[in-house]
Every structure is written in C-alpha cells, then in structure tokens.
C-alpha cells in the first residue's frame, strides 16, 4: 500500500485557478469513486473539502471541486484567495477496509 | 455538534507504553468508523488504521500493523491508538477522525490531536 502521488508544491496569484492531482492506482484511486480531499493549516487539523470523489460537504466554498479520471483524482481551486494558502491532502479507500493518504501538497498564494 | 476530543500531550522514553484516547458524543460515536492518524513533524498524514466502536471491529494499515493497537469502549464514546514499546520514531502528532457515516469517502470530524514525544 504506497502512498498517493501529489505535487509537493503548487502556487497561484490570486484570482487565478489551480488543480492538484492525486495519482493513484487500480488498487485504489481508480477502483472506487471514494476519494477525499483536506486542508490543512500548520499546527491544525485538517478539514474535510471534497468527499466521494466530487462532493462538497455544507460549508465548504464551490470554489472548491473535485474530479477523478482513471488512476488520478483532482482539486480544482478557483479564484485563488488569500485563505486558500495552505497544505492539501487527498485519501482514496483502497479496498480490505483501508484508506491511504497522498504525500501532500503546499499551495502557495503568490 | 459533533465533537471529538482528545487526550493531552504525552512525553514518553523510548520503550515505555502509552494509550490515547478519543472521545465523542455518544449517538455520533458507536456507529461510526473512527480512524488513527499519524502526522510527524513537517510532514503529510499517515493512515494508521480505523475501529467500529459498536463491535470493536479494528483493521490496520500494513504500515501499523503490529506496531500499534487500536481499541475502543464504546460505553464511554472512546477509542484508543495504544503502543507496547515507544521508539523515539513514534514522536508525533496523532489525529482521531470520524468516517463519513455509510460511506468510505471521508472523514468528516477530526480531533485536535495529540502531540506524543519519545526522548531519553
């Protein structure tokens, strides 16, 4: 079970768009639309933003979406803002009643 | 609300035992999923392994497994991530989370997390 495969670093200028990838397996990724995505502040928790591949729980902006096409999931960040600075983590169920997580990507707001 | 709430920061040495602990509302607790995570300094999350507090059914990353045991008492809302032989490599931050109910999609409610540190 080896971790999920993000760009460690991604940035943009406000307003801008941006989509981090999440490049899994058959095994995982592309077997089950159950991937989630997290961000996550220095010395915080993470917070849940994409749930089931593409849904958005309440509160959560929709500037926010998520994808998948085969072996790779995505966030998609649109009208960068300020706030969206932060560290984000994508989680695939992986089959057996395991998840696992990506190694994380830090996106900066330039 | 649903909240989670976890156990406060621990120093340890290397080869002591240690349990944390993660307690929730009780209606929002016993049927839910609740999973371990592991995040060490500077770096991403770790699935650790997940528990069903209801029946105490636990299943483990192959990472984790043997390493760690999780278990719950689901009469007081709790789960536990306990280790049997502290290595200095287990200092961490360690988040519980609960899984989006009927569904493997998620985690929806994270506790604060608990810092453990394993110095001689």
Known sequence: QSALTQPASMSGSP??????????????????????????????APKLMIYDGSKRPSGVSNRFSGSKSGNTASLAISGLQAEDEANYYCCAFAGRSTLVFGGGTKVTVL | EVQLVQSGAEVKKPGESLKISCTGSGNTFNNYWI???????????????????????????????????????????????????LKASDTAMYFCARLIPGSWGGFDYWGPGTQVTVSS
């Open chain 2, 35 to 85: 999973a371990w995570v592991r995040q060490m300094s500077g770096k991403g999350l770790e699935w650790m392994g997940i528990i069903y507090p209801s029946n105490s059914d636990a299943r483990y990353s192959p990472s984790f497994q043997g390493q760690v045991t999780i278990s719950a008492d689901r009469s007081i809302s709790t789960a536990y991530l306990q280790w049997s032989n």
């Open chain 1, 15 to 44: 307003g801008q768009s941006i989509t981090i990838s999440c490049t899994g397996t058959t095994s995982d990724v592309g077997s089950y639309n159950l991937v989630s995505w997290y961000q996550q502040y220095p010395g915080k």
